[in-house]
């Protein structure tokens, strides 16, 4: 299937969405007044790919900023993921930058939603 | 009850006021330092600007990253919160204001902690709800606030604006304070809503 490849602006967040390696990231920050247009075609295109997932699938959130706008769509990005974890064995690699407790925090805020193997990895510089 | 303020901050009230707002502008004038302050019709363009500008001015002032970044992450939420929640038609029912002038917002820096305000017209019947939407934020402490939080984002329903209420629990949780709110008349139909934030 192909991949989806946005490059971040100072608004929304660079996602490389790649099925062949398995790989899944979102990066940058996610501050768009309306996040629902640019999150839903994530969440269809990870519906698509649980139909021809690789066994493992690595999910790299490296987020500076989102807003309330963004967590929500997040969640649904997140429970789409649930939702195909059956078919291929996910990992969610929740990157946060040092000392950023509200990020870490977010995380765990996620990690107990959803159920989906969480690893929070603290950066020293994002 | 009349407020003096020095002339160098009278641009600052303009027209869209109260006396909150003019105590608020008085007090951070007196030994404070107003870093950006905002009157007039919140479009996105003009958000996108002053997101920017805001991001570069804590660049230059805010040596501590974890603050900036709080501050910043609540001035996101706060703005579009306006951009989303300014009643438009409110400017135009109103005879006392210019048509344009429909938000106001202020950013200030006093004995290092950071002020912000932000101000718009509401339609009456909308304060009981947004009143006691702010009580319950305001009655919990940061544990609650976190549980409240997890409780909403899940719950499946959404706003308009995809945020579903998220908003004042998010400025709350990150700022660590009590939302400071005054809701002040303004004719018949509408109130002026103002939100103050301590970072």
């Known amino acids: 299937m192909d991949p989806i490849k946005i490059e971040g602006t100072p608004k929304t967040p660079t996602v490389n969405f790649n099925g062949e390696s398995g790989v899944l990231e979102i990066k940058g920050r996610s501050i768009p007044e309306n996040a629902v247009e640019f ?14 997932a690789k066994d493992t699938t690595q999910v790299n959130v490296q987020l500076e900023y989102f807003n309330t706008s963004s967590s929500k769509c997040i969640l649904d990005v ?9 078919k291929t064995s996910i990992t969610i690699n929740w990157h946060y930058e040092e000392d950023d407790e509200d990020m870490l925090e977010a995380g765990e805020d996620y990690q107990a939603i959803i159920n989906i193997p969480f690893k929070m990895i603290e950066m020293e510089e994002m | 009850m009349t407020v003096q303020y020095p002339l160098y901050l009278q641009q600052i009230v303009n027209s869209l006021t109260s006396e909150v707002i003019k105590i608020f502008i008085n007090d951070m004038g007196n030994g404070g330092e107003i870093l950006h302050d905002f009157e007039g019709e919140i479009t996105e363009v003009v958000l996108t600007q ?16 974890k603050k900036s970044r709080k501050v910043y992450n609540i001035l996101v939420e706060a703005l579009q919160n306006l951009y989303h929640h300014t009643d438009a038609q409110a400017a135009v029912v109103l005879d006392n204001c210019d048509q344009k002038k429909t938000a106001k ?16 017209y509401i339609v009456k019947d909308n304060i009981p709800t947004l009143k006691s939407k702010l009580d319950k934020v305001n009655s919990l402490e940061k544990d609650g606030l976190r549980e409240l939080y997890k409780e909403v984002l899940n719950n499946g329903q959404y706003s308009v604006h995809g945020g579903g209420g998220l908003g004042m629990i998010d400025i709350a949780r990150k700022s660590g304070n009590k939302l400071e709110y005054d809701f002040s008349d303004v004719n018949e139909d509408y109130g002026l809503f103002t939100l103050k934030i301590k970072v």
Do not use: C, H
């Open chain 1, 39 to 52: 999150y839903k075609p994530l969440v269809d295109w990870i519906g698509s790919y649980g139909d021809s």
């Open chain 2, 50 to 65: 002053t997101l920017k500008n805001i991001e570069e001015l804590l660049e230059k002032t805010e040596e501590d990253f």
């Open chain 1, 78 to 86: 997140f429970k789409k993921l649930e939702s195909i974890n059956g």
């Open chain 2, 105 to 120: 917002f202020i950013l200030a820096l006093k004995n290092e902690e950071y002020n912000i305000l932000a101000a718009n």
